[in-house]
């Protein structure tokens, strides 16, 4: 019987079309950038990765985006007031809302003025560059690690890793949880040498065979994530424009009015303390006590405002 010609080019087109539909992780965050000391010199962000002394290009991302560790090791880029900066997650914020970075002061004034503070951004997950430059992923077991438990965690990634699966006897591949300090941990413990599979974020799936337990020194996998070409363009934020807000009168006494789309704006104090949020056209000033104010909307340049 002849093949149906029509079914077979359905098929490979279906094929392709999976293939091509990968999640390219290219969605635009919205919140607000603070600086903090940061965790240069050692493993002391959240995420437990090595961060070298000096390299200040590395960030805390807020509870919900950092995603019980799944945004470790990824890289995102930031757009602020005067430009945007490329930082690695390494560690938590767990007091920043939704949609906040917290990122060094050196990276801060890649983007804004460090005497603001505090000021609206928006961010996106772009591929790290270090991983870029055909550095390998390396595989690294916890101190501790056994047979009988093995904790693992990943280097030098290019996209986050959604899941990481290892070989069992039968050649079924069984998922491991990863905690909040960013190891993939297996209390029942993996045999040596093993079997792994990780997941990107955009659905690449790559295998890495017969690695032994080795508390000495990372093991180096020779492979790496890659990027679809139809998500390479779009995981640029250049094109993110911070507009400067409009408002008057400042100094204010009674009513501020916001000339711009008043979606969402907050109004801070000097020492970044949130006083006040709304979505109207203007904002009673009567009741606030005299001093210097930041007035935000999202994706808008903030500004001092005055009360007398």
Sequence with gaps: MKPNIYLLYSIAFFFLFTLSAQNCNDA??????????????????????????????????NNIDYDGSNACGACIEVTGPKGSVRLKVVDRCPECAEGDVDMTEQAFAM???????????????????????????????????SIYWTAIQFRNIKHAIAKMEYQLSDNTWKPVDRVLFNFFIETDGIASPMNLRITSILGEELIFENIPINLNEDYNTGKQFTTPSECSETLSVDDIEVTKLSYYPNPSSEILYIINDAKNWILTDSNGKKIKKGNASFIDTSILKSGLYFLSVENKKAEKIIIK
């Design 28 to 61: 635009v965050h919205t919140g607000e950038g603070t600086y903090y000391d940061g965790v240069d010199g050692g493993v002391f962000g959240n995420c437990s990765l090595p961060v070298a002394d000096g390299d200040h290009m590395h960030c805390a991302l």
């Design 111 to 145: 983007m804004a003025d460090v005497i603001d503070g505090r000021v609206p951004i928006s961010w996106k997950f772009v591929p790290c560059d270090s991983a870029s430059n055909n550095e390998s992923i390396k595989i690294n077991f916890k101190e501790g690690s």
